[in-house]
């Protein structure tokens, strides 16, 4: 935040070196993206295909899961919420540091799919801020990594913070 | 009728409701205070030494409404066993089956969570696969169909 604020100070807010830097600084931040994998249900079975050497998420620069949400910045829920593990995602969600982005993997998390029923959480944006969702059950590898560019693309176009 | 259904009938006619083995399958009803003599006998004399499972149904309407369902398996002889006893709703009490068999244990947990069936003489009965602040369970036939209990988040 500092950074920036000096930046701005000295070249304006709308300024050439300004915008320049922050997508520099975007194009930096989408292609390290830290993986959170949070995986409770059959999508985690796509996800590890998606991450496996066929689809290749590394290509994409987020092939590194973190088992450390300190160290996450890419929230991946992946499967059935119930709203017993709620509390859980959310914790988790809160100890990630900023910037931080979640991405909804599957229809489970995206509106509860066909579990319309007492145990499970009906679409995880009930809880927690989501930024892309990736609808199928499960997606294909090619949906995921389609959700991801889009994902990416989001990260490189919106305002930065340093 | 298979002789286990037999001794059983013979052994237990105080205990003892009906019985029928259709497709191979031998299923006996017996009155829910006979459950442990009668598993215990099975259990020591007749070889039936695994508990496959352990379950409950609930026939809402009825006049006992639920019915506990025991599968044993006999490892010796590869036979298996229904046994099944039938509670009601204002008293829904079984005797516990975990002095007989340790997986009893979570079964019975099971079922007390998903249809409020309390086993007498039960370790630790509490719920298992339900959050302890739950109300209700879930899985009788008049638990609302859109009833949410969500821990967190609004109610959707
Ligand atoms: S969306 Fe389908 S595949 Fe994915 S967790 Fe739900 S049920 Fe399983």
């Given amino acids: 935040m500092g950074v920036k604020k000096i930046v701005t100070g000295v070249f304006g807010e709308e300024g050439f070196i300004t915008t320049k830097l922050d997508s520099a600084v ?12 949070f ?16 689809y290749d998420l590394d290509r994409f620069g987020a092939a590194l899961p973190r088992f450390s949400p300190r160290q996450a910045d890419l929230l991946l829920v992946v499967g059935t919420i119930s ?24 229809t489970c998390t995206c509106t509860g799919g066909f579990y319309d029923n007492y145990a499970t959480v009906q679409g995880i944006d009930t809880i927690l801020p989501v930024d892309v969702y990736i609808p199928g059950c499960p997606p294909r590898p090619e949906t995921v990594l389609d ?14 913070e340093y | ?27 006996v009803l017996i009155k829910k205070e006979g459950i442990l003599d009668v598993m215990v006998y099975l259990k020591n004399k007749e070889n039936f030494n ?32 229904r046994v099944k006893v039938r509670v009601d709703e204002e008293n829904p009490e079984v005797e516990s089956l975990c002095s007989l068999w340790r ?54």
């Fill in chain 1, 26 to 37: 975007g194009w930096a931040r989408k292609y390290s993206l830290f993986v959170y994998p």
């Fill in chain 1, 39 to 54: 995986v409770t249900a059959c999508c985690g079975m796509e996800y590890m295909s998606v991450a496996c050497s066929h």
């Fill in chain 1, 83 to 106: 709203h017993k593990i709620a509390p859980v995602l959310l914790r988790v969600y809160e100890q990630m540091t900023e910037p931080k982005w979640v991405v909804a993997f599957g």
């Fill in chain 1, 147 to 160: 959700g991801i560019m889009k994902l990416q693309e989001k990260i490189q176009k919106s305002k930065q």
């Fill in chain 2, 1 to 27: 009728m298979s002789e286990i259904l037999k001794n059983i009938e013979e052994k237990f006619s105080e205990y003892f409701r009906e019985s029928h083995s259709k497709l191979g399958e031998d299923t």
């Fill in chain 2, 50 to 81: 695994v508990l496959m499972d352990l379950t409950c149904v609930d026939y809402y309407g009825e006049e006992e409404r639920f019915e506990v369902v025991y599968h044993l398996y006999n490892l010796k002889d590869k036979k298996r066993l």
């Fill in chain 2, 103 to 156: 997986n009893a244990n979570w079964f019975e947990r099971e079922v007390w969570d998903m249809f409020g069936v309390r086993f007498k003489n039960h370790p630790n009965l509490k719920r298992i696969l339900m959050y302890d602040e739950f109300e209700g369970h879930p899985l009788r036939k008049d638990y609302p169909i859109r009833k949410r209990q969500p821990r967190v988040g609004p109610l959707n």
